[in-house]
């Protein structure tokens, strides 16, 4: 069964969001802090599938940009180790600006879409760590995911809120991707791989 709230009437969202964030979450751990971690919990398959690899799921608003950054780098940087994927409550498109930003990095995303969260509620995935990567000052819009085991949450300033210049929003979005390198790359090192 699948539920929508109506987030535009404020009333209602303001009272059933903290009840639905808590209800989905109440088997998680959520983190902020990475750094902070000795090791971050890793749940691994127990029935004999061959990807042996941890789970990871990156989530946001839209899917545009911050966790389709945050899953192909985890996925270049660490694939051996993670299967990194990313979804989103209103999926668009890739943000163009992201795309040639990874390209900097000789990383491809531009054959890679948005996906929705409910697609993969509806496929009954699972997934050992969900990272949201939203706004902090966003962090009511930000999507919950059901049955995660640990959840950590990245503070991270949205792309398409970028304004100026096309050259001014690409420093701002080097900025943002910067940033998702250095907590990659953190996390990583926290989850022992």
């Not at 069964?1 to 088997?27: C, K, W």
């Not at 660490?78 to 795309?99: C, D, Q, R, W, Y």
């Not at 760590?129 to 999507?143: F, M, Q």
Request: glycine share 4%.
């Amino acid at each position: 069964m699948f539920y929508a709230v109506n987030m535009h009437d404020q009333a209602i969202a303001g009272t059933i969001m903290p009840f639905l964030r808590s209800f989905f979450a109440r088997e998680s751990t959520i983190r902020k802090d990475v750094s902070s971690l000795k090791k971050i919990p890793v749940f691994r398959k127990k029935d004999g599938a061959q990807d042996k690899r941890t789970r990871v799921l990156f989530i946001c608003e839209h899917n545009s940009a911050r966790s389709q950054m945050a899953e192909a780098y985890l996925n270049h940087l660490h694939g051996n180790a993670f299967k990194a994927e990313s979804a989103g409550l209103m999926p668009t498109t890739i943000h163009p600006l992201v795309i040639a930003i990874m390209k900097e990095e000789s990383i491809d995303i531009s054959k890679q879409r948005s996906k929705s969260i409910s697609s993969l509620i509806e496929n009954s995935r699972t997934f050992d760590i969900v990272i949201t990567v939203c706004d902090e000052s966003k962090l009511h819009e930000c999507p919950v995911f059901p049955g995660e085991r640990t959840r950590i949450h990245w503070d991270i300033a949205d792309p398409a809120a970028a304004t100026g210049s096309p050259e001014e929003q690409l420093e701002t979005i080097r900025e943002i991707w910067n940033r998702i390198k250095t907590l990659i790359t953190q996390f990583s090192q926290t989850a022992s791989i």
